[in-house]
């Protein structure tokens, strides 16, 4: 049982923790943005150098956000504020919070697509798909009614408001437990129906063998920036989730349970995807954020039972989305809490609310409004416009800042002092300490600087 400092929470059991930690990390980011990002990206390399990316950034990054998390028992601004007082790194904090309103604002309106297609699907639009742009039509009529777009972000934040007033324990932990492994389940069934489509290997090796001519700045910071989303970095989520922790709960093996099962759910999803886009004639693997609502109906219709099944899927995404959702909201309800003393219920409504407004313009973008689905000059809707700059800029410089903060500010010295007292094995902490000083900095650097060696 954990020893929270203050009355603000804490999590029932470490299960609970892993569990929920997952449940941020696990969601739409992984089903729905990475196999957009791969397709976008040229496939296999892509996969390949986010495969590296999650294991020597993202996983020493997560360690490093559980750490300060637990240490602080705090939210990000108020954990940069206590280990580093009145000094700027409180705005490494501020950028955290901002991130997690503007991401929320979008997230949702995506999450509210896979509500609308429980319904579709049980209503039977994908019943005995003639041609594939029946799919296209449906999908594109649903994204692009002003009405039905935004009423569909209204219920998903709605939901997520009405999680995060349950509190820790009561609300987040409790969600997780038993949705994902069903949804885990499901996945397989897809792969498994996906690969023995006739025509699935033209898509595995779009997946599996890599083409590195294709492979541009872009490409590295579309799978770092990837990695950082889909495990919930670089903004403090893991900052807050870890506050609700206590000493004696083991943070080694947290990370990478919650790195794992993340990573696997991702690639399980890409293995659902490529092969059967592949064989669907008029789709391109660069699609972006419509392919998985294009690709999946598909390939339930030719499955038995595919009606159920596929209304269980999008359920099921959708309940994921909201166990990251939630985490999304957490940080900034945290935040207002701690720092300004709301209570959890102006925090919740205010800010919700706030997201609510903030996703408009995503949900209207996607057809109903035209300036709104393809912006001047930046040539994307708006919605993969807010996801470019805070899903992979925001995240990338927040989680550079954060290493720097840990390995050269607070010191490397002083996080394993917190690690050991739930870890004391120390190899791990060693290499943790040279890669979170080293070679994360030197890494995302790198790649954010030849990204603007390559723009100008
Ligand atoms: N990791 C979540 C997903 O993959 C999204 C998320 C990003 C949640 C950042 C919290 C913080 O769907």
Redesign the pocket.
């Known amino acids: 049982m954990t020893t929270p400092s203050s009355g603000r929470g804490a999590w029932g059991s470490r299960l609970g923790f892993v569990l929920a930690a997952a449940g941020?990390?696990?969601?739409?980011?992984?089903v729905w943005?990475f196999p957009t990002m791969a397709g976008k990206s040229g496939g296999a390399a892509f996969v390949l150098i986010y495969l590296l990316c999650v294991l020597f950034i993202g996983l020493p990054v997560l360690l490093a956000e559980l750490t300060v998390g637990r240490r602080t028992q705090k939210n990000p601004v108020g954990a940069f504020e206590r280990l580093a007082p009145e000094t700027g790194w409180r705005w490494v904090g501020a950028l955290g919070v901002l991130t997690?309103v503007v991401?929320l604002s979008y997230?949702s309106v995506v999450a509210g697509w896979t509500i609308g297609y429980i319904v579709e699907t049980l209503s039977g639009t994908f019943n005995n798909i003639q041609s594939p742009d029946a799919v296209t039509r449906a999908f594109t009529g649903l994204i692009g009614n002003p009405v039905v777009a935004l009423a569909l972000h209204a219920l998903f934040m709605a939901l997520t408001m009405f999680v995060v007033l349950g509190g820790v324990q009561g609300g987040i932990e409790r969600w997780t437990k038993i949705l994902m492994p069903v949804l885990f389940l499901i996945l397989i069934l897809l792969v498994i129906r996906s690969v023995t489509l006739d025509g699935a290997e033209k898509g595995l090796s779009f997946y599996l063998k890599p083409d590195f001519s294709q492979v541009t700045g872009t490409t590295f910071l579309n799978a770092m920036g990837q990695a950082f989303?889909?495990?919930?970095l670089g903004?403090g989520?893991m900052i807050t989730y870890g506050s609700y922790l206590s000493r004696r709960d083991d943070l080694v093996s947290s990370a990478v349970w919650v790195s794992l099962a993340d990573t696997l759910i991702a690639v399980l999803a890409g293995f659902a995807i490529f092969p059967a886009l592949f064989t669907i004639p008029g789709l391109e693997p660069t699609e972006g954020a419509g392919l998985v609502f294009l690709v999946l109906p598909n390939i339930f219709d030719k499955i038995p039972g595919g009606l159920f099944f596929g209304a269980g899927f999008f359920l099921l995404l959708a309940i994921a989305?909201l166990t990251?959702s939630i985490?999304?909201l957490e940080v900034v309800v945290a935040y207002f809490i701690d720092e300004k003393g709301w209570t959890r219920r102006r925090a919740v409504i205010v800010l919700g609310s706030v997201a609510f407004l903030l996703g408009v313009p995503s949900a209207l973008g996607n057809g109903a409004v035209a300036a709104l689905s393809r912006l001047p000059v930046v040539n994307q809707s708006f919605l993969d416009f807010m996801d470019m700059l805070f899903g992979n800029f925001s995240?990338t410089i927040g989680a550079l800042l954060l290493s720097l903060f840990v390995g050269w500010r607070w010191g490397t010295g002083r996080a394993l002092e917190e690690i050991r007292l739930s870890n004391p094995e120390t190899w791990f902490g060693r290499l943790w300490a040279l890669l979170i000083r080293f070679l994360c900095p030197l890494a995302i650097g790198a790649i954010l600087v030849n990204l603007i060696l390559e723009t100008i």
Do not use: D, T
Not at 24 to 30: F, H, R, W
Not at 229 to 232: A, D, H, M, N
């Open positions: 941020s990390a696990i969601g739409l980011g992984n943005r997690g991401i997230y989303f889909s495990l919930s903004m989520a989305a990251s985490s999304l995240l």
